[in-house]
């Protein structure tokens, strides 16, 4: 095993230090637990906290600021935070006004973040929660009871948070970020395994011509191994799983995002987008907008994932609302 640690027990600690001191006009800690803050927190929203395992960055911290998350709570490598600390990310963030969580669909999430959610309703705060299930490739694996969520997140934390900020609900939010995650599903493949640092061997074996489809972002088994195909072979299966799940009519706009996990260079992320945006012409899709580059990653698991969102105009005007945070910056159009 070959890595840029310390001690392999210290890399999460390490790791928020060094997005803390590089990002420091933007998010902070909060003292005592793995919990990335906004730094200047608006007052007069609602807040919008979520969070999970390490290993994916730069979800989900580097999502926190300017139109998208107020807070992250960080577990260890693809482990859960505890119901404790996600409650004192939640309380750090409580303006009264209202807090959402925004919870991928597994296992352990699930569990500590309805504990953490009861534990704040006891408190008298005002919270509700969105599960995330956009993996369309298996309905039940590892960690879930359900489809998993993965990349596809991003589009619900930038969607609800640039709804925050123009001052709607907390009721409206919710429903709107609910809109989302039934309009957007992805797919994955995976070229390589990855390595967890203090487990210090690869979680799973590929062989040198073998690409497994479907497989989720901590390893979970996917759809199937298959030789290694072309990027437009990749594109082609990914994109008709999706259609398949959702039908898509010819017309519609939509967004997509080609997400890395994390060993994949940008060079073939483009190269999958071409075939992507090719695919979508064929459909007679119309793409609004794209994404291309890390948003949810497996440590340095070679491979990518798709998706595709269908939108309406609310939608389109919320996408393209500014963010400013340490892994997305965007400026009106």
Known sequence: MKKIINNPEEVINDMIQGMIFTHSDKIKKLENYNVILRKNLNKK????ISGGGSGHEPAHGGFVGFGMLDAAVVGEVFTSPTPDQIFNGIKAIDNGLGILMIIKNYSGDIMNFTI?????????????????????????STYTTGRRGIAGTIFVHKITGAMAENGASLKD???????????????GIALSSCVIPS????????????????????GEPGVKRAKIMSAREIADNLVKSIILDLPFNPGEE??????????TPLMELYILNRNLAELCQKLGLKIYKTYVNNFMTSLEMAGASISILKLDQEMKYLLDYPANTPAFVQWKK
């Open 199 to 218: 487990v210090g061997k690869p979680n799973f074996q590929l062989g040198e011509d073998e690409i497994e489809i479907g497989m989720g972002i901590h």
């Open 254 to 263: 939509v967004a997509v995002l080609v997400n890395g996990l994390g060993g």
């Open 173 to 187: 939010i919710h429903k709107m970020g609910e809109k989302v995650v039934k309009n957007v599903r992805s797919k």
């Open 116 to 140: 953490a959610e009861e534990m704040a309703q006891a408190n008298g705060v005002e919270i509700l929660k969105i599960i995330v299930d956009d993996d369309v490739a298996v309905e039940n």
């Open 45 to 48: 929203k609602v807040s919008i």
